[in-house]
């Protein structure tokens, strides 16, 4: 009776999930002694992702570079000139007029209020929408530029100790995430032979194949996201700016930024273009779904497959439920994080599952291998 009780399944599953839960209740009551490693790795998280992003972006260029004879110092050197005139370009060009449109947007904002309301009275005009007190809603919204002006100093004033300390914050992130990145590329190829010196010789070689093919996934991936941002955010910018839509430049750039959120981006990218486009008239919103139906049919069709597709290779609806639970978990920076973090995660587990398969195929093969030199000799004479 001991011995079946040993040997149950459910009473070692059983055991295990009542050590789980013993050791989460212990942690509950020690998390003070917890508290320093959460504040030192939160503070850490954010410039080693930012350097990890960059580096996943910068180092097929230093790699690149290292093929024509160009030695890695002096590559890392060309590839960070390279990123500080992008960083300026951005500066001089792209910040100016995000600024002037935002601007402009502000001091507009009344005037599409007003807009907002008008249409709302036309809509009221039909049962099924009076139900929804939009226009009680609206009435209650008192918004100008004096009042947005307003508003922003006193939050400023009443929050201007965090609001130093973030302006610190951000100071010191622009200060060590161009040092982690140096690390990053410089000593970045030595990660894997280092990592492999932690397990034993006959694993280390399967180790570092596991490693370049988890490296595969999140560069092509990074890269891809990357280049697909840029192509939906400049299309949309001139799709934009051959209708005659106001602040092109703004929306196209949200498209673009948005575009970064897989499956869901597009929407959160048009959602804003759309409120404008309604603003001017039906037919300037028709011809700003129709732009961004082409821009992402393009994308869907051409870019998408062959710069991340590849990268992923998961289903769109696992990609909504991941992204819909990352996103209540974790926010937007959860859900940007969630995919990449989940095809690694998909990598690793394939490849353990191949290497398991391989290693019980290789078991089974010595197994018959020694059952046959067991067995003896057949006493039947040869045929002449």
């Not at 951005?90 to 008008?118: C, G, R, S, W």
């Not at 051959?242 to 499956?263: E, S, T, W």
């Not at 690694?344 to 587990?349: L, N, P």
């Amino acid at each position: 009776m001991v011995k079946k009780l040993r040997e149950s399944r459910l009473i070692t599953w059983l055991v295990i999930l009542l050590l789980a839960a013993t050791l989460v209740f212990v942690l509950s009551k020690i998390q003070f002694l917890f508290s320093p490693i959460g504040v030192f790795v939160s503070t850490l998280f954010g410039p080693v992702i930012a350097a990890g992003f960059l580096y996943y972006l910068l180092n097929p260029l230093v790699v690149l570079l290292g093929k024509v004879k160009i030695k890695r110092g002096w590559a890392i050197l060309i590839v960070f000139l390279i990123l500080i005139l992008a960083i300026i370009w951005i500066v001089m060009t792209v910040i100016p007029n995000l600024i002037t449109q935002i601007t402009a947007l502000i001091n507009n904002f009344p005037d599409f209020i007003k807009e907002i309301e008008k249409l709302v009275k036309k809509l009221n005009e039909y049962s099924w929408f009076k139900q929804f007190n939009v226009e009680e809603m609206l009435s209650s919204i008192k918004i100008s530029p004096s009042s947005l002006a307003k508003s922003s100093f006193l939050t400023i004033t009443s929050n201007l100790g965090s609001f130093m300390s973030s302006a610190a914050g951000v100071v010191v992130n622009l200060i060590t995430i161009p040092i982690v990145l140096f690390y990053f590329l410089k000593d970045g190829n030595r990660f894997v032979p280092n990592f492999q010196k932690l397990f034993p010789e006959r694993y280390r070689e399967r180790v570092a194949e596991l490693l370049h093919q988890m490296n595969g996934t999140i560069s092509r991936y990074f890269a891809g996201q990357m280049l697909e941002c840029l192509f939906v955010g400049t299309f949309t910018f001139i799709g934009y700016t051959i209708i005659g839509m106001p602040y092109a430049f703004l929306l196209g750039f949200v498209a673009g930024v948005a575009n970064i959120v897989p499956y869901l981006g597009p929407y959160i990218g048009l959602a804003p273009a759309l409120i404008i486009g309604l603003m001017q008239s039906f037919p300037k919103a028709i011809a700003v779904v129709i732009i961004v139906l082409i821009v992402q049919q393009v994308d869907g069709n051409f870019i998408y497959p062959h710069v991340v597709g590849k990268a992923l290779d998961i289903h769109p609806l696992t990609i909504i439920l991941i992204l819909l639970a990352a996103g209540n978990i974790a926010g937007l920076l959860g859900m940007i994080l969630a995919i990449p973090l989940y095809a690694v995660a998909k990598t690793v587990v394939k490849y353990v599952i191949n290497l398991y398969h391989l290693r019980k195929g290789d078991v089974e093969v010595e197994a018959a291998l020694k059952t046959e030199e067991k067995q003896p000799p057949s006493a039947t004479p040869p045929l002449d």
